[in-house]
């Protein structure tokens, strides 16, 4: 079946401008995650959804950052006033339940966001 | 909290060569430990992981690894490279019954012919 899906895959955009990012997780995955990976640095966990469960935000850097999920599918990440610092590949998984690290994360091919 | 250490940036290798990539961890108890690849433009892609049992663990693309846990280390093996295996790979821990992997920094892979 199809994978996980990332839009856009490359985004340009000038410092303080908002932007949002796209994530459609593997169907029947209820577990999606958020990652960033920056240049010459590993995977960075952002933000983790599980079903309707409030999600676990604590790797959000700055309240600059938020992610929903809509009807427990399709999840979006949102920078607003982004800085250069920004800049960076940003990763989305998902999972099967029963959501610990057993369950195998498959990742999407990222967006790549650079800020001017 | 976990870390993972990836002590090779970059590692050059011929087709046909053996392949080991270095992975150190750091928790405190016993860790679910995994080997990621990612060729460009790409997601990762599992190559294994291990969660306990046999410390030698075989994965896809005939790559294997293993668990030492006297050395707090999970290094990834290939006894034949190929030139398609040119790709970053990152090693990853996650603490059991927990979600948040924590990922090393990649060792990127280059195969020459």
């Known amino acids: 079946g199809a994978g996980v899906s990332q839009s856009p895959s490359n985004k340009v955009t000038e410092k303080g401008k908002d932007v949002e990012l796209r994530c459609d997780p593997i169907?029947?995955?209820?577990?999606l995650y958020w990652y960033r990976q920056s240049l010459g640095q590993g995977l960075e966990f952002l933000i983790y959804f599980q079903g309707n469960s409030a999600p676990d935000k604590s790797g959000l850097p700055s309240d600059r950052f938020s992610a929903e999920r809509t009807g427990g599918s399709v999840s979006t990440l949102t920078i607003q006033r982004t800085q250069q610092e920004d800049s960076a590949v940003y990763l989305c998984?998902?999972?099967?339940?029963?959501?610990?690290?057993?369950?195998?994360?498959?990742f999407g091919p990222g967006t790549r966001l650079l800020v001017l | 909290a976990q870390s993972v250490t990836q002590p090779d940036i970059h590692i050059t290798v011929s087709e046909g060569a053996s392949l080991e990539l270095r992975c150190n961890y750091s928790y405190g108890a016993t860790p679910y430990l995994f080997w990621y690849v990612q060729s460009p433009g790409q997601g990762l892609q599992l190559l294994l992981k291990?969660?306990?049992?046999?410390?030698l663990v075989q994965g896809i693309k005939g790559f294997e690894a293993e668990f030492k846990r006297s050395q707090s280390s999970f290094n990834l093996r290939k006894p034949s490279v190929h030139w398609s295996d040119a790709a970053e790979y990152f090693c990853a821990v996650g603490p059991f019954n927990d979600y948040k992997l924590s990922f090393g920094a990649g060792t990127t892979v280059t195969v020459r012919a």
């Open positions: 169907s029947g995955h209820t577990a």
């Open positions: 998984a998902s999972s099967q339940p029963p959501f610990d690290a057993e369950e195998t994360q498959y």
């Open positions: 291990y969660f306990s049992g046999d410390t």
